[in-house]
């Protein structure tokens, strides 16, 4: 007799899922393969009960229906990020931001791509208008990610920040709300801020044009009794154009996200450079008051080498939240979502509600 001819017993193992060899010896010996722990296959529910099959308790001591979570100590790895988190989680509950007592413009900038800037621009304001604050995002790179992260139409038919800066149009008139997200409204970007550096050039006061439609904005909300704005942010692309020039102008504070890798020590010293000569001869009140590590990995030796050097050389503008590598957070954007709300319990929303709390209370 084959192991396929083997004749099906009163319990019949085949009434049971498992890997077809578990099956078939199962028929041969059903005494010891009717628990599915011993047919390789695991229940869906991470309780107690379904652990005892690896490790059981005595008897009488069962714990029923806790869950893995509830039992576990932080004896673990695991166990002791859980527990810090929820610290973590407990500190921001309840937690009211404080509302600054003038509209702060903050330009988030980095000349070197790839460090996180759009994310956290529209995470931070996320994490701001979820608080109760009024929030506005200009996005004035060409790329239009902001746009994009917060689900603002940024097609080519429609009114952005290229018509503010070239035309003339009231920012009132482009600016749109944030579907998912209270109290926060974005001025989106489009592919015809490609080519305004060119069409900046030849117009009058072409630095100032950004920070004259933001002052014009704010007092029409006033005359029409709406909320006064207490955060604008300003997406840049990695460049010094003059588009980036133009937020540096509008804004009284520069956001600077790092990634913790070595370029982005290379890329900190020139735009310092950049943001002092913009000091020196265009707006003298700029300062470089935040400075956020994006992107670290723990694990790694440089990450924290990098972090070691920025907070020795910015320890009044470094931020102690430090934003984690995080799929969530690069999975938001293609959910036309920021990570607040497409994954507000991942370690990456809670990072940037840190930083968020963070900026606030330095108002």
Do not use: W
Not at 40 to 66: C, I, L, Y
Not at 96 to 104: G, I, Y
Not at 223 to 228: H, L, S, V
């Amino acid at each position: 007799m084959t192991i396929k001819d083997a004749p099906a017993t009163e319990s019949d193992p085949l009434s049971m899922s498992g890997s077809p060899l578990a099956v078939s010896i199962g028929r041969l010996q059903p005494g010891q393969f009717v628990d599915p722990a011993n047919m390789g296959v695991v229940p869906r529910e991470t309780t107690s009960a379904s652990a005892g099959a690896v490790d059981a308790p005595p008897a009488g001591k069962q714990a029923k229906g806790k869950n893995v979570l509830e039992t576990m100590d932080d004896s673990s790895p695991l166990g002791r990020e859980l527990a810090r988190e929820t610290k973590r989680r407990e500190k921001l509950l309840g937690k009211p931001l404080p509302k600054p007592s003038s509209t702060r413009i903050m330009t988030i900038s980095n000349q070197k791509g790839g460090v996180g800037k759009t994310t956290t621009t529209v995470n931070i304001a996320a994490a701001l208008a979820t608080a109760g604050l009024q929030v506005l995002v200009i996005d004035i790179d060409p790329q239009g990610n902001a746009s994009t992260a917060l689900n603002i139409d940024h097609h080519a038919d429609v009114d952005s920040i290229y018509d503010v800066l070239i035309d003339d149009v009231p920012l009132g008139d482009v600016v749109a709300p944030c579907p998912d997200v209270p109290n926060l409204i974005c001025a989106p970007a489009t592919i015809h801020l490609a080519g305004a550096e060119i069409e900046l050039v030849s117009l009058v006061a072409r630095e100032q044009r950004l920070r004259r439609a933001i002052d014009v904005y704010a007092r029409t909300r006033e005359e029409k009794g709406e909320p006064r704005l207490d955060f604008v942010f300003i997406d840049c692309p990695p460049s010094l154009g003059l588009l980036t020039v133009n937020a540096f102008v509008a804004a009284k504070e520069v956001l600077i996200p790092i990634q913790c890798e070595y370029y982005a020590l290379e890329g900190l010293s020139q735009l310092l450079k950049n943001i002092e000569m913009i000091q020196k001869h265009l707006n003298a009140d700029l300062t470089v008051s935040t400075i956020l590590l994006t992107m670290y990995d723990g694990r790694t030796n440089l990450a924290a080498q990098v972090a070691a050097e920025v907070r020795e050389h910015f320890p009044q503008q470094v931020l102690k939240a430090v934003v984690p590598r995080s799929v969530r957070i690069s999975e938001a954007p293609s959910y036309q979502q920021t990570v607040m709300t497409y994954d507000p319990s991942s370690s990456g929303a809670l990072s940037y509600q840190e930083a968020a709390a963070e900026i606030a209370s330095r108002s």
